[in-house]
Each structure stands twice: as C-alpha cells, then as structure tokens.
C-alpha cells in the first residue's frame, strides 16, 4: 500500500506546476511508498499536454476537470488516490527534498488523528508583489508564534498549500465543499477539528511559495472571506466565528477600527479609502518604504474583509451590532 498521495490542483501555472514536479522528483522519500495525483481544473495554457507527454521517475496519474475551483478538484484527486495519507501540495509550492519524510516521521510520532501542516517560505530566487510579500509575511508571522508556544496550530491554520492527513478522515468529513472558492480549505478543517483530529506544525516540512497574484484578485481575497465566515456560521453550524470576528475586530489596530467604522455603508468614502490604501502600497514599495506599503495591505484587506462580512450579516448595522454585544447575524444572502 502506498504511504502517501500528493495531490496538486493546478490551472494555468504549467511553468510552476514544472518546477513542483521536479521537487518531487528530488525527495528523499522512496518514490514506491508515493504517488502524485495532478489535477487540471480547465487549464488552457498547455498543463493538460505537458502531463500527458511528461517523462518522469514519479508515480503520477493526472486528470481534468472543467474548471470547478481547486476545492473540486481537490476532492477528485482525494477519490483517485491510493495512498494512506493525502499530502496537499498547491501548483505554486515547491516541496524541499525533505518535505514528504518530515510529514510522514510526524504522522509516525503523533499517531493517525493527525493534521500536519507544513510551512510554505519565501525563496530567495523570487520577486514578489508588495501585496503577496504582505501576504507571505502574515504567514511566517503565524509560523513563528506557533514555534515560540504562543498559541496552537488549530484549524484556520490548515493551508492546503502544504499539509497532509489521513485520506479516510478526508472521506469521512466529506471533503472540501465546492460552493466555496476561497477558504474552503478551513472549513474543511473546521469539520476534521469535529472528528477530534489535531493539527500539528511541523516547520521541517519546507515548501518554497512561489505566488503569482494581481491586485484585483488580492483584493477579491479578503472580501470573499468575510462573506464566507458569516455563511459558515450561519450555514455550517460554526457559531463561533461571529462572536470570535467581534473580538478580534477589537483587537485591531484603532486606526484601522476607525476606518472600517467610517467606510461601512458609504461607498464614496469606501472607494477613497481604497483608492488611497491601494497608492501607498504601490507607491511604499517603489519608494523602499516597506514598512508604510505593508501597513496599508494590513489596513486594505482588513477593510475588505469587513465589508464581506458585513454584506453577508445583511448591512452596517447588523455588523456594529455584532460589535457591540456579539449578537447572532440577521438573516443573510446566499452564497
């Protein structure tokens, strides 16, 4: 029986799905107790003919699908896969030699109610945009407080970039749900947390990210998960999340609070403020002023957020009742 299934969706990153490959043919792990399992979710930029004509020392099988999102192709890669345990690799994530045996020592020592997570760190070989070096830093934030003990890995931290668990709790949680392009890899771990399951850090698990993004997707980002963390409160039984989105609202940086407060339900003063932020990234960046450029993408995706969240709670005025005393959302839109 094969130990591990490396899935990969991929869509139009046929040059990084390359390289991704190339890491796995590096590992240290024999290449009989693996396989890898590709994914084309409607690519057109060639991933379809170069996995159908690639030479290789891997195990991999690849299949298609018509452009469903990575969370559906996901779940097809799970139901193809033989091996044990399914390791999540995105086709942006290039896996260090070592990268397989440290997910597989952990699940050895922690036993099968296991969820690795593994990092995923910046090259030093890359040039990244100042919104996914924003990005890659919130990352690594989170991966040195769970290093220096300041909090657990839970479930909002499982990335599928780069984290394995065993494929029958995979298959008994029901998998990543489709409806959900963004975030749908937590909410999935949120039902793994339901079967007991823990969720490890395992900061020998090195993958290198190499993320490719545009303004306007990054800023589809925040927006969408705030939409979403209502609807899996309100849909998926999470009841939490609002009363935790309350909290940390409060913990936020008070210039940030006053934004959200003043930008919510007025959309000239929204689109200014966004207009404004968007400046000092771009501007910050070119002119070495870092610290400014990644004080506005923490400003603009917080903003974003909220007015996802507060879209979906029904208004401004059932998200600052939220506020207020953590209050149940009104009834909301559907996804």
Not at 69 to 83: L, M, P
Not at 297 to 310: E, P, T, V
Request: aromatic share 12%.
């Amino acid at each position: 029986m094969l130990l591990f299934s490396v899935v990969i969706p991929t869509y139009n990153r046929v040059e990084r799905l390359k390289a991704v490959i190339r890491g796995l043919e590096r590992q240290d792990f024999p290449l009989s107790d693996f396989e890898v399992v590709v994914v084309s979710d409607g690519s057109t930029d060639g991933t379809d003919e170069y996995l159908a004509h690639l030479h290789t020392t891997l195990n991999l099988r690849f299949f298609t699908i018509h452009n469903q999102g990575a969370g559906a192709a996901r779940n097809v890669g799970v139901e193809q896969a033989r091996g044990k345990y399914i390791l999540f690799i995105d086709d942006d994530v290039v896996p260090a030699p070592g990268l397989i045996s440290a997910h597989q020592h952990c699940h050895a020592s922690r036993g099968e109610k296991t969820v690795v997570l593994g990092p995923m760190l910046s090259p030093s070989d890359f040039r990244m945009t100042p919104w996914v070096q924003w990005e890659q830093k919130m990352l690594e934030k989170q991966y040195q407080a769970m290093l220096a003990g300041h909090w657990q890995p839970t479930a909002r931290q499982f990335y599928t970039g780069n984290t394995s668990v065993e494929r029958t709790y995979l298959l008994a949680s029901g998998g990543f749900d489709p409806r959900f392009r963004r975030a749908e890899d937590v909410e999935l771990a949120y039902r793994l947390e339901g079967l007991d399951l823990t969720f490890v850090f395992n900061p020998e698990a090195v993958g290198y990210h190499y993320p490719e993004r545009s303004f306007t997707s990054w800023l589809d980002i925040p927006l969408a998960y705030g939409r979403n963390d209502v609807i899996f409160a309100r849909e998926k039984g999470h009841s939490w999340i609002l009363p935790a989105m309350a909290q940390e609202f409060a913990s936020r940086h008070f210039l940030t609070r006053a934004l959200v407060r003043v930008s919510l339900g007025r959309p000239v003063v929204s689109s200014m403020s966004e207009r404004i932020l968007s400046g000092l990234i771009r501007r910050g960046h070119w002119f070495g002023l870092g610290r400014i450029s990644l004080a506005a993408c923490s400003a603009l995706f917080n903003l974003r957020y909220y007015q996802g969240a507060a879209h979906e709670l029904g208004g401004p005025g059932a998200f600052l009742a939220l506020l207020q005393n953590g209050a149940p959302a009104v009834e909301g839109r559907a996804v």
